[in-house]
């Protein structure tokens, strides 16, 4: 199985809290597939965990890349864009 790549961006003036953490990893957990989150050229964190995403300690501001394990395009692209969306300001 290969993996999809997609930008997202925090744009939450929190950055990266429990609500989005949370919610992502609803999303994750749903989905049955394996996503990691991080910086650009840093190690990423499955996103399976709030502890393990807010450890990250993302902030406002920051993009992200967000890998989702499959090789369905559609679905990865859907998940990308919903992550996208808890990440924007409430």
Do not use: C, W, Y
């Not at 199985?1 to 950055?15: A, E, K, R, T």
């Not at 429990?18 to 991080?38: H, M």
């Not at 399976?48 to 499959?70: D, F």
Request: proline share 3%; net charge negative.
């Amino acid at each position: 199985m290969s993996s999809i790549q997609g930008q997202v961006q925090v744009l939450d003036p929190i950055g990266l809290h429990a609500r989005p953490a949370s919610q992502i990893v609803k999303l994750v957990k749903e989905s049955g597939l394996e996503i990691t989150i991080g910086r650009p050229g840093q190690e990423f964190a499955k996103a399976n965990s709030a502890l393990r995403l807010m450890a990250l300690k993302i902030s406002s501001g920051e993009a992200l890349t967000v890998e989702v394990e499959t090789d369905d395009q559609a679905l990865a692209e859907g998940i990308i864009a919903q992550i996208q969306e808890f990440l924007k300001a409430d």
